[in-house]
Structure formats: structure tokens, C-alpha cells
């Protein structure tokens, strides 16, 4: 499947790249793919059908999938399963409250240890003390993703009339796409509603059209991968520490991918950074800032040597470099 990972879109470029794409086969030498573009903005939760601007950027040729509102219906004629969801929604933030408490001890110590790292033995310290965070990491992803699937193991979504409907609504879209395009907003939110109505198997068994690409940014692009990270280097509070949420559609994996990288992370404190880019080796961090447009075919490694030479990625060293042609 061909994915285009977009850097956020203040000043849209999606236009420009479905422009380039072709799809109506205006191009040279192609036949289109015809259908509509199919939208997913459920991250913009109750502006998701304020979409006339984005509309507008792929030429009114578009149709909005409504994962939110189909949410909302489902919420409203299956409360049982309502009920249910949030008792998930309470587990998953006390497990996200467990893990942050242990990870902000879990940093400090690192940071700490590398301040007065400069022998061996102390740069040991700081190998070792990384190592922990990242398997308190790896325990957190673990615990999550069985929540959500004893969840749907118990719950059955497939087998409830009122979500089989919205499925089935939603999979006869995205046959007939030509291409989906994933805005940003809420990733939570995002991920949740991706995941219920199963769009992921859509894309990975062809449903979406043969040759038909994905294009997101911000939000929606980290909802495609294995490991959703929040981050915020610039809050009120000061810097945050780096956390991991959940899983995505893991239609991207082992890459965590740094929407608004320059306004979020503070990139010149090499060292901070560093840290970063270590706690999910061997998975790149690819930063995403205005004007990135990175194509992959995850047919290919995209976790590994995939990534086109020019993606800007968090370094072992914590600098930010361009990576060269293989």
C-alpha cells in the first residue's frame, strides 16, 4: 500500500500532492482510479463535518466517512456496549496514570545520571537506566493493547448488529476510493473510532482501491503506526516527558512519527533528544514539520532502510539529520 505522511497542513499542501497523484487520470500516461476521495477527520470530534475548507483542497471530489457521528449513533442505539466502553475509557487512564508516575521517576533518574555521566561506569549507569524505560515503556504498550483486546474479545463488535451496519457502510466507501486522506485532531479519539470500525483490515486486504494511496498528517498520521507517542516539549508547566498512548492501525510500524517537531520538541537540547531517539530504537522517529511530504510503499521495510533518503529523523545522538540514499 502506498502511504504519503504529510507535515501539518496551517498552509495545505494536500492539494497539491492529490494534484500530483492523478487520480483522475489527467496525468500523463495513466488511467485514473476514478471514485471519490474518502475523508476521515473524526479527530476534529464534533467539528468532523466542518470540512468544507478541506473539501474544497481536493476539488469537492471528497466523502467524509463520519467515523465520529457514526460513534455517537452507536453510543446512542447500543448502550449497553456504551457502558462498557467507558469502564475501558476509566481502565485505560488509571493504567496511563500508573505508567506516567513510574516513567517521570524513571526519567529523572536518567536525565540525573547524564548530567554527571563522563567515565565509563557512569555512561553504563545511563545505558542501564534508559534500558528500564524503555521495557516500562514496552510493559505500558503491552497492558493497553490487552485491555482493548479482552475488550473487544468480550464485546464482539463484529457480532452487534448496529456496528456491523456502520462497518459494512464504511468498507463499501472506501471500495470505491480512490484515495483516503487522514486529517489531524484528537489522536485518541482518532485511533479509537479507526479501530472500531475496522478500517485497518480494509486497507490491508485491498478493500480500499487497488493502488489507491493514504495520505495523512499530524494526528491521522500517527494513527497509522504500532506506537502512538504524545510529546510536548513547550507547555505553560514546561517541558513534558514523552509518553506512550496506545497502538494505531500499525499499518506503519516501528517508527514514531513528530508532528510540528520544531514547535513541540526542544530540538537544540541534543542530549534530552537523544534519550528520545533511544527509548524507541530500533524504530525511527521521523519528524513531520510544515512542508514534509515522505512517500513509502509498506509493502517494503518502513521501519528500517524504507525511508526515502531526505526523511528527517531524530538521530542516536539526538540531532536532528536528513537521512541519505541508501
Known amino acids: 500500500m502506498r502511504v504519503i505522511l504529510l507535515g501539518p497542513q496551517r498552509r495545505p499542501t494536500v492539494d497539491a500532492v492529490v494534484r500530483s497523484l ?30 468544507g475548507e478541506l473539501s474544497a483542497l481536493l476539488g469537492g471530489r471528497d466523502v467524509n466517512l463520519g467515523l465520529y457521528r457514526r460513534w455517537l449513533e452507536v453510543a446512542e442505539l447500543d448502550p449497553a456496549y456504551a457502558a462498557a466502553e467507558r469502564r475501558l475509557a476509566d481502565e485505560l487512564a488509571e493504567l496511563q496514570d500508573i505508567y506516567l508516575l513510574r516513567l517521570d521517576h524513571a526519567l529523572r533518574a536518567v536525565y540525573a545520571l547524564q548530567r554527571r555521566s563522563g567515565d565509563q561506569l557512569r555512561a553504563q549507569a ?26 473487544f474479545a468480550d464485546l464482539r463488535p463484529h457480532d452487534r448488529p448496529v456496528i456491523a451496519r456502520q462497518r459494512a457502510l464504511v468498507k463499501g466507501i472506501l471500495g470505491e476510493a480512490a484515495a483516503l486522506v487522514v486529517a489531524g ?18 486497507l490491508g486486504s485491498g478493500t480500499l482501491g487497488p493502488g489507491a494511496p493514504v495520505i495523512a498528517w499530524s494526528a491521522g498520521a500517527m494513527a497509522l503506526t504500532d506506537r502512538i507517542v504524545l510529546f510536548g516539549d513547550r ?6 516527558h514523552p509518553e506512550v498512548y496506545g497502538a494505531g492501525l500499525s499499518v506503519l510500524r516501528d517508527v514514531v512519527l513528530l508532528p510540528h517537531a520544531r514547535s513541540r520538541l526542544l530540538l537544540d537540547e541534543v542530549a534530552r533528544m537523544a534519550v528520545f531517539a533511544r527509548r524507541f530504537a530500533p524504530g525511527r522517529c521521523v519528524l513531520l514539520d510544515s512542508g514534509a511530504r515522505i512517500e513509502l510503499d509498506t509493502g517494503g521495510d518502513t521501519g528500517g532502510g524504507g525511508w526515502p533518503a531526505g526523511t528527517r529523523v531524530l538521530a542516536a545522538d539526538g540531532r536532528a539529520t536528513a537521512l541519505e540514499a541508501a
Open 22 to 51: 492523478h487520480l483522475d487520470g489527467a496525468g500523463p500516461g495513466g488511467a485514473g482510479l476514478g471514485g471519490p476521495v474518502a475523508t476521515i477527520t473524526a479527530g476534529w470530534q464534533e467539528r468532523e463535518s466542518d470540512d
Open 126 to 151: 545511563v545505558d542501564e537506566a534508559v534500558a528500564a524505560v524503555r521495557e516500562l515503556d514496552a510493559a505500558h504498550l503491552r497492558r493497553v493493547n490487552q485491555a482493548r483486546g479482552e475488550f
Open 185 to 202: 485532531g484528537h489522536v485518541g479519539v482518532l485511533a479509537d473510532v479507526l479501530h472500531l470500525f475496522n478500517v485497518a483490515p480494509g
Open 235 to 240: 507547555s505553560p508547566q514546561g517541558p513534558g
